[in-house]
T-cell receptor
C-alpha cells in the first residue's frame, strides 16, 4: 500500500527525443507527487511536483501527467538533451505524514 | 549550492568504528531528514526531525542514532560500522514538518568502511 513502483529501471533516449518515466501507486490517500533529479555525486533536487487536483503540470521541457483513476503518474522530458542524463526518482506522500515514499529510480542516458 | 551543508564530504573508516555525520539545514528550515543511498540503489529513509523532535523513523538500524540540536543542525551517529554501511548519506531539509513544501538535499557524505 505504501509502495511507489517506478519503471523503467534504465532508459536510453536519443538527443531530441522524448523521455518517459512512469510511476504507479496504491495508496489513494497520497496527495503530493514530486519528481527529483539526481546527478552523480550530488543530492537529489526537486524537479517538478503535482497534486491530484490537476491532470498535468508543465515546467519548461518537463511535464508531469497524472491519472488519478489509474493511480499512475509519469514524467515526460521533451527534446531530451545530454545534460538531462541523470537518475530520476518519483515519490508520493500524504502531506500530514511528513514522509516521502520513493520510487526505485530510473537512470536516464541521453545519447548525443 | 543548495543551502544544506553536510560535513564531511568523504569519510573512510574501519569496521567496528563510530562516525558522526553533520548536517546544517537551509536557513529557516525546521525539518531535517536523513537518507542512505547505497551504490546504484534508491533512497532509504532513516529518520526525520522537526524543530528538535523526532517525527518519524524509517529503516534505521539500532547501531545508528541521530539528533537535532537547538540551532537546528543535526548529527547522524553510526557505530559498530560494517562493510555494508558503506554508502552515501544524505541530509535534506524543509521549511515545515510536512513534505508538501519540498525537500532540499545536501550533497551528501560518502562513507567508506574498510
Amino acid at each position: 500500500q505504501q509502495q511507489v513502483k517506478q519503471s523503467p529501471q534504465s532508459l536510453i533516449v536519443q538527443k531530441g527525443g522524448i523521455s518517459i518515466i512512469n510511476c504507479a501507486y496504491e495508496n489513494t490517500a497520497f496527495d503530493y507527487f514530486p519528481w527529483y533529479q539526481q546527478f552523480p555525486g550530488k543530492g537529489p533536487a526537486l524537479l517538478i511536483a503535482i497534486r491530484p487536483d490537476v491532470s498535468e503540470k508543465k515546467e519548461g521541457r518537463f511535464t508531469i501527467s497524472f491519472n488519478k483513476s489509474a493511480k499512475q503518474f509519469s514524467l515526460h522530458i521533451m527534446d531530451s538533451q545530454p545534460g538531462d542524463s541523470a537518475t530520476y526518482f518519483c515519490a508520493a506522500s500524504i502531506d500530514s505524514n511528513y514522509q516521502l515514499i520513493w520510487g526505485a529510480g530510473t537512470k536516464l542516458i541521453i545519447k548525443p | 549550492d543548495s543551502g544544506v551543508t553536510q560535513t564531511p564530504k568523504h569519510l573512510i573508516t574501519a569496521t567496528g568504528q563510530r562516525v558522526t555525520l553533520r548536517c546544517s539545514p537551509r536557513s529557516g528550515d525546521l525539518s531535517v531528514y536523513w537518507y542512505q543511498q547505497s551504490l546504484d540503489q534508491g533512497l532509504q529513509f532513516l529518520i526525520h526531525y522537526y524543530n528538535g523532535e523526532e517525527r518519524a523513523k524509517g529503516n534505521i538500524l539500532e547501531r545508528f542514532s541521530a539528533q537535532q540540536f537547538p540551532d537546528l543542525h543535526s548529527e547522524l551517529n553510526l557505530s559498530s560500522l560494517e562493510l555494508g554501511d558503506s554508502a552515501l548519506y544524505f541530509c535534506a531539509s524543509s521549511v515545515g514538518g510536512a513534505v508538501g513544501y519540498g525537500y532540499t538535499f545536501g550533497s551528501g557524505t560518502r562513507l567508506t568502511v574498510v
